[in-house]
């Protein structure tokens, strides 16, 4: 597993936490299985559209993030 999706994933479950959704509510507004949300947040897949939708809603991944913004593992 790449570390640094396992990072975004990490920080993106916290934040949707931190705003009090679930999984089931992250898929309905975006229109992903719970399953693919699930997969996106233990890092087991890498889903641009859904990092955009947690970045939109406040999530700072800046820190994880380097060699100008490409993420390498």
């Known amino acids: ?3 640094r999706l396992k990072q975004i994933g990490t ?5 949707r936490k931190a705003l009090g959704l679930t ?4 898929a309905v507004e975006t229109g992903y299985s ?3 949300i699930s997969a996106f947040e233990t ?11 947690y970045m939109n ?3 700072d991944i800046s820190q994880i993030f380097t060699n100008g913004g ?3 593992g």
């Open 11 to 15: 920080a993106c479950k916290q934040r």
């Open 57 to 59: 809603h406040g999530l």
């Open 43 to 53: 890092g087991r897949t890498n889903n641009a559209i859904l990092l955009v939708w």
């Open 70 to 72: 490409v993420i390498y």
């Open 1 to 3: 597993m790449n570390r």
């Open 34 to 36: 719970i399953k693919t």
């Open 23 to 26: 999984q089931y509510a992250v």
